[in-house]
């Protein structure tokens, strides 16, 4: 059974960088299946797709984020990453990571969730 | 990007009910169309991929429907465990896009 652990700090300044980390187990990030993702889900904008990276390294971003996301791959630590610049409170969310369906665009295992507030 | 709407916002129900919602997309998904199973304070849980394929372990009292841009998802005969909120999402076109979800309350 696939399972993912989100984890990082819960409260990030305003023009700071919010990093995240997810923990992969049961699975492995080296797989040439499956996209690894996040997405983050707040009350004022719902569930929002932020981008994902594929073992080659390759990633692919939400184009209303782009310039301020990265999200890339630790083959040797099983785990993948987020980092969020230049953040403000529109960026408070709850922060989801997320395994594809076998290179699909849907979601099929997905880490408990991390909150994130952005204040100072 | 594809927006994503669903009706109605909420719905009350009874155990037993026969339960339908409803996620319309802004332009045609060609069947990539996901629904997803959330409860408070938990993550979305797939149900229900390709319109209509029960993602597996999922109860077969849940199916799906649809084509183009209108989808439904039923649950034939609402369980207790079933009240939560159900969410679509289109998976054409990237970034994949989610509907605002459906709450299903207890009446």
């Known amino acids: 059974q696939v399972q993912l652990q989100e984890s990082g700090p819960g409260l990030v300044k305003p023009s700071q960088t919010l990093s995240l980390t997810c923990s992969v187990s049961?699975?492995?990030?080296?797989?040439?299946?499956?996209?690894w993702t996040w997405i983050r889900q707040s009350a004022g904008r719902g569930l929002e797709w932020i981008g994902r990276?594929?073992?080659?390294?390759?990633?692919t971003y939400n184009p209303s984020l782009e310039s301020r996301v990265t999200i890339s791959l630790d083959t040797s630590k099983n785990q993948f990453s987020l980092r969020l610049t230049s953040v403000t409170a529109a960026d408070s969310a709850v922060y989801y990571c997320v395994r594809d369906r076998e290179g699909r665009a849907d979601f099929d295992y997905w880490g408990q969730g991390t909150p994130v507030t952005v204040s100072s | 990007d594809i927006q994503m709407t669903q009706t109605p916002s909420s719905v009350s129900a009874s155990v037993g009910d026969r339960v339908t919602l409803t996620c319309r997309a802004s332009q045609a998904v060609r069947g990539y169309l996901a629904w997803y199973q959330q409860k408070p304070g938990k993550a979305p849980n797939l149900l229900i991929y390709d319109t209509s394929t029960l993602q597996p372990g999922v109860p077969s009292r849940f199916s799906g429907s649809g084509s183009g841009t209108d989808f439904t998802l039923t649950i034939s005969s609402l369980q207790p465990e079933d009240f939560a909120t159900y969410f679509c999402?289109?998976?054409?076109?990237?970034?994949?896009?989610f509907g605002g979800g459906t709450k299903v309350e207890m009446k």
């Open positions: 990276v594929f073992v080659s390294g390759s990633t």
């Open positions: 049961g699975g492995s990030v080296s797989s040439s299946s499956h996209y």
């Open positions: 999402q289109q998976a054409k076109d990237f970034p994949p896009t």
